[in-house]
Structures are given as C-alpha cells and as structure tokens.
C-alpha cells in the first residue's frame, strides 16, 4: 500500500519561508505527476503546483515567482519552497502524487503566515 508523508508545515511571519516535503512509500513501480494542493478555510481545493517525472513544473498565478517546487526520484519525494509568504497562503497543504496510474494523496499539513 502506497503512502505520502508530509512534513515541514507551520506558523510563519509574513514574508517568511517554509519548505514542505512529502514522501511516498510503500510499493511503487513509477510515480509519474507529482504536485501540491491547498485548501484554506470556507474555500475550495485549489492546485498550486505540479512537476513531472521529468521536471517540467507548473504554478498556479498567485504563487508565482514565491514558490517553487522539486522532485527527488531516488527518495520518492517532493518538495515545496515557500518564499515572501502571505497571509493569504494560510491553508492546509496536501500532496498529491500519480502513483502507477493512481491518485495518492498525503494527509495534510498546516501553513499559518500571521503575525
């Protein structure tokens, strides 16, 4: 059975950083797309950024330019720098992973930006 782990949420002062970090175990042949999610209270689940097995990343408007998401394929894992956060950032995190053809989602981590 295939898990995500994520770590590296918290509470950060805006125009902070934070690096999330999601790890996939378990049985994997090939993990393909790889990407985090966020959902803020009262609002829907919005993509923010995805990265292919080969590299190719993609954000959504807001995050541009403050975010920037990596993949490491030996470790299965993936990454999320946050830079110059906003209290508008404030959500929790998933990570998302297409694991053999399966969506897999990770359980969620908390970003406060607040001061």
């Known amino acids: 059975q295939v898990q995500l782990v994520e770590s590296g949420g918290g509470l950060v002062q805006p125009g902070g950083s934070l690096r999330l970090s999601c790890a996939a175990s378990?049985?994997?042949?090939?993990?393909?797309?790889m990407g985090w999610y966020r959902q803020a209270p009262g609002k829907q689940r919005e993509l923010v950024a995805t990265?292919?097995?080969?590299?190719?990343?993609k954000y959504v408007d807001s995050v541009k330019g403050r975010f920037t998401i990596s993949r490491d394929n030996g470790k299965n894992t993936v990454y999320l720098q946050m830079n110059s956060l906003k209290p508008e950032d404030t959500a929790v995190y998933y990570c998302?992973?297409?694991?053999?053809?399966?969506?897999?989602w990770g359980q969620g981590t908390q970003v406060t930006v607040s001061s």
């Open positions: 998302n992973s297409n694991i053999d053809g399966f969506a897999a």
């Open positions: 378990g049985r994997i042949f090939r993990i393909y797309v």
């Open positions: 990265i292919t097995s080969g590299g190719s990343t």
